[in-house]
């Protein structure tokens, strides 16, 4: 009777969320059992977290009994494309700041600008309105809200 | 408190607050209408900038947009049945129905006045129950504070998709999240994992940008880039088109007899709406449709929901906007931020110097005082620009989000990193956007984090004075009336909706 229902379970994507919770309580509770954690008054700084692990260790527990009553999410669709663009986005975002220094803001912001709405459009030069105009018109918004309106201290680059 | 209220006057009426104002409901309006985008997401882009303008002007901005966002998703709900923000969806049930049976402009309008109404009421409620429980607050001590930051922690988490488990774990998360750093009674370093940069702590505008903002960002950009959302507004634009080729502008005006026969729904809308509202975590899209279902139920014509009924629209479109004065009470009273957008406008306080709770009225009384009297002129500015500009809004819900997509989130990582001038900052914020996205793809609700993450340092601060007092006494947390009856009225509140929405199900 159970073995099939476990089989099961091991197809349900919240008995992996659960896992993944409770596991990541399990090695905070581990690491202030065993980690360089300084006394201090009262209950102490370790006290706090310590309350959040449990919590999450029980709210995992909870997830994975539920789900082997079938109570599951669904496994998410399109993850590989939306993680990989998580992390095109993170690393052009650190690219963008990383030019910010080298050739200025203007350069930078519109250089990332044009390049996203190349690679958002279908035939981007036929496009042009929206894949070169719109960013050097937003790139002058920004640098004139940034630059000149609100004063930010900005990295300075080569060019403006 | 009344001399403070002619300065007040002064502050919310200058023409630079005004101009603010307005400039928040166009830009609400028309984010708020693309699908993809929201007021929400734009508050929070913005919040970055308002550090950098005068409270009032800054307040005026991002209740501008809030109003004009929460109006702007009814907008492509009914011109396309594509929901511009979550709370719109139940609006599109109808107000698309009654565009595709050739009366778009009826339900636009129903839907902009039944908004402008419950948004109104709602603000009213917010002004004058804020004052009375922000003095009831005033007498509260750690062991009250205590439980009712775990009133408001264990709400949200029931509430929020009526996913418990899922929303305690990310209260947990976002408590976490706020331990980084120093601790505040003792000043020992927790969970930096050796990188000095962290000693300070995780900054408010980062980790709420990155988890609201750029996670929605990703999700949008990669549905761009696969042309998902690009083909389903094509499709409902071809379907809008081929529509249009018979319709008759003449026959399609709003009578003031068809007006009236709403206000019954508007008024079960505007009553439902506000008070989930003041619930933390309930939302505006549960509001919307309880509402709906209300009002069919009361309705004489209950048949003709679904198939384009007026009061359909009126009803969730009230519902949706009723809750926008109410989710503020618990921020302004309290110091807690009950909702994602009330999570934006707290942190725009902290960013503003004013620390969020009851003594904020009493600190700040013509600042607050004037954004009483915003909350109320911007609901007229909204319905002023919104009654002329409808068709040229509906045009604007055509523009494809691709075009904007890259630019907000260049505007992202400029503000954060100008907020703080700190790289770190920046940083922070693409990680917290990128575990946004991993806990959105796996259904676990935001909100929670968020409030986790805020009250944290309060919470702690509350739990260990208590401790203090009861010399390490646990029992001491249950030695307050008003603590016992905040953990019953929790416990009670989420066993009902959890009962209910198992029922909705």
Redesign the interface.
Known sequence: MLKPQFNKLLTRQDFYTGLVAMSVGAVGLLDIVYGNWRPGPGLGPHAFPQLAYVTLICAGAVIMIEALFGKSDEFPENLRAIVSTGIGLVAVGMGMFWLIGKLGLGVSVVITLIGASFLLTRDPLKHWPSTIVVPVVATAVIWLLFVKLINVPLPRGMFF | MLESFIPALYLAFSPEVIMFVAIGVLMGVTLGAIPGLSGDMAIAILLP?VF?LEPAAALGLLTGIYKGGMFGGSISAISFGVPGTPGSAATAIDGYQAKLKGYPNKALNTALYSSVIGDTSSDFVLIFLALPLAIVALTFGPVEFFALYAFSLLLISALTKGK???G??M???G??LA?IGR?P??G?L??TFGIPELSGGLALIPVLVGIFA?SE???Q??K????RANRIMDDARQRAESLLGDYDASKDKLSFAEFRSTMKATWIGTTMGTLIGALPGAGSSLAAFISYGLAQRFSRNRDEFGKGSLEGVAAAEAGNSATSGSTLIPLFAFGIPGSATAALFGAAFILMGMTPGPRLIYDHTEVIYALFLILIYANLINLVFSHFLLPVYSKIAMI?S??L???V???A??GT??AG?S?ID??V???A??LG??LR????PLAPLILGFIV?PG??RA??QS??IGR?DWMHLLSSPIAIGLYTVAAIMILTFTLVLRDKK
Do not use: T
């Open positions: 900038i950098f418990v488990a899922k305690v774990a209260a947990a998360l408590i976490l331990m601790d009674i003792g020992s927790r969970l750029v960002l990703i999700i950009l990669s761009a880039w696969m042309e494809q691709r075009i997509l890259p630019i989130c260049v505007l990582i400029l990193f100008a001038n790289v920046v940083y914020l693409l990680f956007g990128f996205v991993v793809m796996y259904n676990f944290a919470a702690e739990l260990r401790l203090l390490g």
